[in-house]
C-alpha cells in the first residue's frame, strides 16, 4: 500500500510539472526557419523571401507543437547566420526586417529589424526586437512563418542560405 501512495505521489508530481517543462523546453529551443537568398537579386531594392518556421518538438515528433501549456509569448531575441557560403558575410545586406504570420492568415506583424548594418559585420546578427508583443496567436497556430524583408547592398554570385533563429520568452498556464 505504502508504494502505491508513494508511486501516485511521484506521478501528480510528474503531471503538474509538465507545464513548467513545456514553458522550459519553448524558452531554451527556438524556433527557426532557412531563408535562401536567390543570386539573381538586385541591389538598391526591397526584397523579400519567406519560410516556414519550426521548434524542435516538431522536427521529434513531427506534429505541431504543444501550445496549449503556454501563454504570454514574446520575442526574447532574434538571431541571422549566415550558413552557406562558407565565410558569408551579413554586411551584404543594408537593412533587414523579420515578420510572423501563421500560415492560415495574411495578417504579419514585425518583430525585428536592423537598418543601417555595417559592411565589415560577420556571419551573424543579432537584430532589434520588440519584447513587449505577445506571440501567443502566431505561434499557436497550426504552422509559423517568416518574411525575411531586406535590400542587398552588393550584388552576390551565390545563393545565400540564411537561418534564423527566434528565442521564445513564454509562461506556463496555471493547471485548473
Known amino acids: 500500500m505504502r508504494k502505491l501512495v508513494l508511486g501516485f505521489i511521484v506521478l501528480v508530481t510528474f503531471l503538474s510539472a509538465c507545464s513548467a517543462v513545456q514553458s522550459v523546453i519553448r524558452?531554451?529551443?527556438?524556433?527557426?526557419?532557412?531563408?535562401?537568398?536567390?543570386?539573381?537579386?538586385?541591389?538598391?531594392?526591397?526584397l523579400s523571401v519567406r519560410s516556414q518556421a519550426s521548434t524542435l518538438d516538431q522536427i521529434i515528433t513531427g506534429y505541431g507543437s504543444n501550445t496549449k501549456a503556454i501563454k504570454d509569448v514574446r520575442l526574447a531575441?532574434?538571431?541571422?547566420?549566415?550558413?552557406?557560403p562558407v565565410g558569408q558575410s551579413i554586411g551584404i545586406f543594408k537593412s533587414i526586417k523579420v515578420y510572423i504570420s501563421r500560415g492560415d492568415s495574411s495578417k504579419e506583424l514585425l518583430i525585428a529589424s536592423r537598418n543601417e548594418i555595417a559592411?565589415?559585420?560577420g556571419s551573424i546578427i543579432m537584430l532589434d526586437t520588440d519584447s513587449t508583443v505577445f506571440l501567443d496567436d502566431f505561434i499557436k497556430g497550426s504552422t509559423v512563418r517568416i518574411r525575411l524583408e531586406y535590400?542587398?547592398?552588393?550584388?552576390?554570385?551565390?545563393?545565400?542560405?540564411?537561418?534564423?533563429?527566434?528565442?521564445?520568452?513564454v509562461a506556463s498556464k496555471k493547471a485548473k
Open 27 to 46: 524558452s531554451t529551443f527556438p524556433y527557426t526557419a532557412s531563408l535562401i537568398i536567390p543570386k539573381t537579386d538586385k541591389i538598391d531594392t526591397l
Open 77 to 84: 531575441s532574434l538571431k541571422i547566420d549566415a550558413n552557406t
Open 151 to 169: 535590400e542587398l547592398r552588393n550584388s552576390i554570385s551565390n545563393e545565400i542560405n540564411l537561418k534564423a533563429s527566434l528565442a521564445l520568452s
Open 119 to 121: 559592411p565589415s559585420l
